[in-house]
């Protein structure tokens, strides 16, 4: 009876030797999951081509492809999520959020609420108006009425020039300040360079031109953006960095601009 039971036991212990190999072989085995990384949840704003926008429903662009290489070079797994534009700000206040890029310049007024990684863009603000409009540089837009995004730098910089909530800038929402300007409503959109550019391409039938001023609007720079005493800025500095060394950086920014990136004035920053 001792030398059955003892049989049995050997045939009991072999049996979940071999399940034990076959599920560590299995766990080893799915690529697709990492559990040496840490998850993060990253946030977006996706009105925004060519930084950030959906194609056929797929977040795509070029904040989008940076973001997944900084993940990648700096060991994090992550979910990004689109969110409103005024939702990202909240959400990283709230810190429901561990990072939000979006194109979001960076400001000394933001600063005072959000840690911002070094800068990865320069941008700067441009007029937009009417083929036929009298308004040639920032100055003529005095006395004019003047479409902005709501909480953008276009409204700052417009508050720099006339004052702030000055009757005559008009505060809209979700990129509608260009249907502000084609029906009538302003003379002029001021807004992200980048953006006015894309716009007119893409509406070549409303008869718009864009408006450069560096004399009235200076250089901008856009950061990644995180909540106060962010555990994972260093981290995507460092990334950022290896990026703009290894050309990876360049390769992106080549991909969605067809231009090599300004990297030593980035680097001075």
């Given at each position: 009876?001792?030398?059955?039971?003892s049989v049995?036991?050997?045939m009991l212990?072999?049996?979940?030797?071999?399940?034990?190999?076959?599920?560590?072989?299995?766990?080893?085995g799915?690529?697709?999951?990492?559990?040496?990384?840490?998850?993060?949840?990253?946030?977006?704003?996706a009105?925004?081509?060519?930084?950030?926008?959906?194609?056929?429903?797929?977040?795509?662009?070029?904040d989008?492809d940076?973001?997944?290489?900084?993940?990648k070079?700096?060991?994090?797994?992550?979910?990004?999520?689109?969110?409103g534009?005024?939702?990202?700000?909240?959400?990283?206040?709230?810190?429901?959020?561990?990072?939000?890029?979006?194109g979001?310049?960076?400001?000394?007024?933001?600063?005072?609420?959000?840690d911002?990684?070094?800068?990865?863009?320069?941008?700067?603000?441009?007029?937009?108006v009417?083929?036929?409009?009298?308004?040639?540089?920032g100055?003529?837009?005095?006395?004019?009425?003047?479409?902005v995004?709501?909480?953008?730098?276009?409204?700052?910089?417009?508050?720099?020039?006339?004052g702030?909530?000055?009757?005559d800038?008009?505060?809209?929402?979700?990129?509608l300040s260009?249907?502000e300007?084609?029906?009538g409503s302003?003379?002029?959109?001021?807004?992200?360079?980048?953006?006015?550019q894309?716009f007119i391409?893409n509406?070549s039938?409303?008869?718009l031109?864009?408006?450069?001023?560096?004399?009235?609007f200076?250089?901008?720079?856009?950061?990644?953006?995180?909540?106060?005493d962010?555990k994972?800025?260093?981290?995507?500095?460092?990334?950022?960095?290896?990026?703009?060394?290894n050309?990876?950086?360049?390769?992106?920014?080549?991909?969605?601009?067809?231009?090599?990136?300004?990297?030593?004035?980035?680097?001075?920053?």
């Open positions: 009876m001792k030398k059955s039971i049995i036991s050997l212990v072999f049996v979940l030797m071999i399940a034990g190999c076959g599920n560590s072989s299995s766990v080893s799915d690529k697709s999951v990492d559990h040496s990384k840490k998850k993060i949840k990253i946030i977006t704003y009105n925004w081509n060519p930084f950030e926008y959906l194609d056929n429903g797929k977040l795509v662009g070029f989008v940076l973001i997944e290489a900084l993940s070079e700096a060991g994090y797994d992550y979910e990004i999520n689109n969110v534009w005024d939702a990202m700000f909240e959400q990283l206040k709230s810190n429901t959020a561990d990072v939000g890029i979006s979001i310049t960076i400001t000394d007024a933001r600063k005072q609420t959000f911002f990684s070094r800068p990865y863009f320069i941008s700067r603000q441009s007029i937009v009417k083929e036929n409009s009298a308004i040639h540089s100055e003529d837009l005095k006395g004019r009425k003047v479409a995004q709501n909480g953008s730098t276009g409204q700052e910089a417009m508050e720099k020039l006339l702030k909530n000055h009757e800038i008009k505060k809209v929402k979700n990129g260009y249907m300007l084609i029906h302003v003379d002029a959109v001021v807004g992200d360079d980048t953006s006015n894309e391409a509406n039938d409303q008869g031109k864009r408006l450069q001023d560096e004399k009235t200076s250089p901008e720079y856009f950061g990644i953006m995180y909540p106060k962010s994972v800025r260093a981290d995507f500095d460092k990334a950022l960095e290896k990026l703009y060394e050309g990876t950086f360049a390769a992106i920014y080549k991909k969605w601009f067809k231009v090599e990136p300004n990297l030593e004035e980035l680097k001075k920053k």
